[in-house]
């Protein structure tokens, strides 16, 4: 390996490795051989090569922000991480296409500050877009605040290049929006979480940069509304509703408490809020049509207080109590997980009836459901009691997993919304997938991977 990407790009330090082989979290620590840190396609596909002939397994890894372990080797030792962070180049901008080519490694941050350099816009959006990376957010079909009007990672790429478990190189890199000359390969590796082939570019979609956006924060009554007030402004905000994003006031309560700088926007406490935000090609009447819209929501009971954002200071302060909600839980003890989605109309009766599950399990826990509302993903956070031993509710894990997951089930929804499956979550598949589905993916996996050599352990069982 050495010889393909230098010695200098191999790293074997234990401390080095350190940063690759925990997530964030700290749910899941692994052991590796080696991280090696290809620099080009032809690279990672010489290293694949070697992975064949010497049945070597490999684990792909972006920015190494995913939720559900996929990206952290298992305990065993056995794996090399592939790191593709140096594989940051942006190959192509082409504006009158509204496409992108950059490469797997690329951030988020990055692909979406080069777009608007072209006067464009990449509408994905996450609270880790400093660091997680394309190849990543397209491995498990990442989601984000965005979807509503723009689409999952998914729907954002139109071509893709693949390493393939024998090292093949598959260019699929098309600005084509009309291509029906067969099977739409992509999209086997998209959400496939490294497990098929190893995504190594990526063609993006573009969109014209918003002549004008308007920021409101919402105190609204109960998910109810909160639910009402979305199928209104769908069709009477004056512009493309982007963002609709539920919040409960414990989460603001637990922002307020341990982010820096953050402020109320609203005088008075509601027992849930709303971020909507909307965007427009025109430069002017959008701050108006908002405020005659959120005017005729407060008569209707719907909204009980607003403050529309004047300054992108003060919507940035907005912005803020949504994206720490994740980050704060930390200080407040254990946090037990659910990324989640159940149809629109069915989000209210899985607050009220989860909540009452959990709490019956666990009396004095924390309820934290928050997310994004417009797609039906909630991110159903339950944190400690007050005063309770960590280790002692963390153990609970699975038996509340089970139960809120039973409540998914019943209203025809999924575990996972955009996190993926991973290590997290892969043995719960048998017990949500239809037998002949999850047999399909099977075959999918032994006839790209018959040696088992890309990420072995996620998503399907070795």
Not at 60 to 82: C, D, F, K, S, W
Request: net charge negative.
């Amino acid at each position: 390996m050495a010889a393909i990407v230098g010695p200098k790009n191999i790293v074997t330090d234990a401390d080095a490795m350190v940063p690759y082989l925990k997530e964030w979290r700290d749910l899941f620590r692994g052991k590796a051989q080696a991280i090696v840190r290809p620099g080009s396609t032809a690279e990672v596909a010489e290293l694949v090569k070697l992975a064949a002939r010497t049945g070597t397994r490999l684990v792909p890894q972006g920015g190494n922000t995913g939720l559900v372990g996929g990206q952290i080797p298992i305990a065993e030792g056995r794996e090399i991480i592939l790191s593709l962070q140096r594989m940051d180049k942006i190959r192509a901008i082409d504006a009158d296409s509204d496409t992108m080519t950059v490469e797997a490694g690329l951030t988020l941050q990055k692909a979406q500050a080069a777009a608007e350099g072209a006067g464009r816009l990449f509408p994905l959006s996450l609270a880790s877009e400093g660091s997680c990376t394309i190849g990543g957010n397209l491995s498990t079909n990442a989601g984000g605040t965005a979807v509503l009007a723009y689409g999952n990672a998914r729907e954002l790429c139109m071509g893709l290049e693949v390493v393939l478990a024998d090292g093949r190189i598959w260019n699929g890199l098309r600005q084509l929006r009309k291509d029906n000359t067969g099977y739409d390969l992509k999209n086997l590796f998209i959400g496939a979480e490294g497990t098929l082939g190893i995504i190594t570019a990526a063609v993006l979609k573009l969109f014209p940069l918003p002549a004008a956006r308007a920021t409101a924060f919402l105190a609204v009554p109960s998910p109810e509304a909160a639910l009402a007030l979305l199928n209104t402004a769908k069709a009477g905000a004056g512009g493309t509703l982007t963002t609709f994003e539920l919040m409960p006031r414990i989460g603001v309560d637990f922002v307020l408490r341990h982010a820096s700088g953050a402020r109320d926007p609203l005088s008075e406490p509601s027992p849930w809020y709303v971020l909507m935000e909307v965007s427009s090609q025109s430069t002017t009447g959008l701050d108006e049509a908002v405020e005659a819209f959120l005017g005729e929501a407060l008569e209707q009971g719907l909204v009980t207080d607003a403050a529309l954002a004047g300054s992108l200071t003060q919507r940035a302060d907005f912005w803020k109590l949504r994206e720490m909600l994740s980050e704060v839980q930390t200080y407040e003890g254990g946090s037990i997980k659910h990324d989640v989605s159940v149809p629109l109309h069915a989000v209210p009766e899985f607050l009220a009836r989860a909540t009452a599950a959990v709490e019956a399990m666990v009396p004095g826990c924390r309820v934290v459901p928050f997310g994004h509302l417009g797609d039906g993903n909630i991110h159903y956070n339950v944190s400690q009691p007050v005063g309770a031993d960590k280790a002692a509710f963390i153990a609970g894990w699975s038996a509340m997993n089970q139960a809120v997951h039973a409540i998914v089930a019943e209203l025809h929804g999924s575990i996972s919304a955009e996190h993926g499956i991973g290590r997290l979550k892969r043995d719960l598949l048998p017990g949500v997938k239809d037998p002949v589905e999850l047999a399909l993916m099977k075959t999918l996996k032994a006839t790209l991977d018959p040696q088992g050599i890309l990420n072995p352990g996620a998503v399907l069982a070795m």
